[in-house]
């Protein structure tokens, strides 16, 4: 399994940008279908994105479609979320999550066997 450590979450108002990080180790990373969940308190952790190994197809869950975009570094290991016009309703903690050579049908049913421990990304009204 390829192990995950993501960087970037903070305190931001809303209307702002944030770009989370997601490096990972210990096995080729190309080979990893790579995406990005999220739970907010009290509620059931969700997909928020996601990007195949050659990074030709992304998904995007409905409600960050236009302001969130996923991309991938593979010569650095490192998977990216760019988070732009962020609103309150994003608050949660964000987790990166893989699974090797992985194709997406129903990204909602997507089930990663690789997590990272989370970051908190926390937006301002």
């Known amino acids: 399994q390829v192990q995950l450590e993501e960087s970037g979450g903070g305190l931001v108002q809303a209307g702002g940008s944030l770009r989370l990080s997601c490096a990972a180790s210990?096995?080729?990373?190309?080979?990893?279908?790579m995406g990005w969940f999220r739970q907010a308190p009290g509620k059931d952790r969700e997909f928020v994105a996601a990007?195949?190994?050659?990074?030709?197809?992304?998904h995007y869950a409905d409600s960050v479609k236009g302001r969130f975009t996923i991309s991938r570094d593979n010569a650095k290991n490192t998977v990216y979320l760019h988070m732009n016009n962020l609103k309150p309703e994003d608050t949660a903690g964000y987790y990166c999550?893989?699974?090797?050579?992985?194709?997406?049908?129903?990204?909602?049913?997507?089930?990663?066997?690789?997590w990272g421990p989370g970051t908190q990304v926390t937006v301002s009204s």
């Open positions: 210990g096995r080729t990373f190309s080979g990893y279908t």
């Open positions: 990007i195949t190994w050659s990074g030709s197809t992304t």
């Open positions: 999550a893989a699974k090797y050579l992985s194709i997406i049908r129903r990204p909602d049913l997507w089930m990663p066997d690789s």
